[in-house]
């Protein structure tokens, strides 16, 4: 009777060890799922950055010139 009750209670123990892992393993997936469709939501509605352009010269002999531009953010002199 001593060996049934202490393998009653040894399954008993293996069973609650393996609902525990499987919700570890749940919640752990579940926050997997949250954080991938925010980031994906993130990606798809940020707003892209300007890329820059950059102005190509006509360099003679090494001279240089000033040039003035407004790039929308403000004016650049370029010296």
């Known amino acids: 009777m001593q060996n049934l009750r ?3 209670l040894g399954l008993a123990g ?3 060890i393996a609902a525990a892992a499987a919700f570890a393993v ?4 579940i926050a ?3 954080l991938t469709l925010s980031l ?3 990606m798809l509605t940020a707003r892209t950055k300007a890329a820059p352009i950059y102005a ?3 360099r003679k002999s090494g001279e240089r010139e000033m040039r003035v531009w ?3 953010r ?6």
């Open 6 to 8: 202490s393998v009653a």
């Open 70 to 72: 407004n790039d929308g």
């Open 40 to 42: 994906g939501y993130r």
């Open 56 to 58: 190509k010269t006509n």
């Open 32 to 34: 997997g799922a949250v």
């Open 14 to 16: 293996i069973v609650v």
């Open 26 to 29: 749940s919640l752990t997936l």
């Open 74 to 79: 403000g004016t650049i002199i370029d010296l």
